[in-house]
């Protein structure tokens, strides 16, 4: 059971480039989520995905877009990368509903544009 | 959004003592979770505490929410602990939306 998988683990680009972050899960969640998390700081929601074929901002959502056509990916697209936003990008999934949601985190991409 | 304050923002310990971290919340939430960042950084889920007191081995946590504050105990601390401990909470009208803290950065020495 793989859980939250997350590619590249480490990508530098250059100012001005695009990239597409991949976020697959295994665990038939049915929210998915992308935070991004500048140092020393906690993590900050970028995208967040109830279900397939729908997706909503959250807290820096400038700068990114996402997609959602299947429960099990849910990749994060920059189209023109900026020094603001080098940071180490987390995908995380859970269970929708009260209680413990089973949040499961990957294990982070990290992003430098120079 | 949410305001979510951790304290201490740095804690070093010496193996076998025992910590107490903090964590207050400026509104009304319907979900609480404390997660662990090791020092690779890898976010592991800790607790899902909304209100009231849960064990997990040496850890502990209870929130008060009328009070607005959460407090997670970790007794006999090893070096494992280390890494860096986050309050994350959301409030029922945002969905699945959770606000972060600042993080606790604990260090166990041996």
């Known amino acids: 059971n793989a859980g939250v998988t997350q590619t590249p683990k480490f990508r530098i680009l250059k100012i001005g480039q695009s990239m597409t972050l991949q976020c697959t899960q295994d665990?038939?969640?049915?929210?998915m989520y992308w935070y991004r998390q500048d140092p020393g700081m906690g993590l900050k929601l970028i995208y967040y995905?109830?279900?397939?074929?729908?997706?909503d901002k959250g807290e820096v959502p400038n700068g990114y877009n996402v997609s959602r056509s299947t429960t099990e990916d849910f990749p994060l697209r920059l189209e023109l990368a900026a020094p603001s936003q080098t940071s180490v990008y987390f995908c995380a999934s859970s269970y929708s509903g009260e209680g413990d949601y089973g949040y499961t985190f990957g294990s982070g991409t990290r992003l430098t544009v120079v | 959004g949410i305001q979510v304050e951790q304290s201490p923002p740095d804690l070093i310990l010496q193996e076998g003592a025992n910590s107490t971290l903090r964590c207050n919340f400026s509104?009304?939430?319907?979900?609480l979770q404390w997660f662990h960042q090791n020092p690779w950084g890898q976010l592991i889920n800790l607790f899902y505490?909304?209100?009231g007191t849960k064990q997990n081995g040496r850890l502990s946590a209870t929130t008060v929410a009328t009070e607005r504050y959460s407090l997670l105990y970790i007794s006999s601390s090893q070096t494992t602990d280390s890494g860096v401990y986050f309050c994350a909470v959301e409030r029922s009208d945002t969905g699945n939306q959770f606000y972060f803290g600042t993080g606790t950065s604990l260090t166990v020495i041996p």
């Open positions: 505490i909304p209100s």
């Open positions: 509104d009304s939430v319907n979900n």
């Open positions: 995905s109830v279900g397939a074929g729908i997706t």
């Open positions: 665990m038939n969640h049915n929210y």
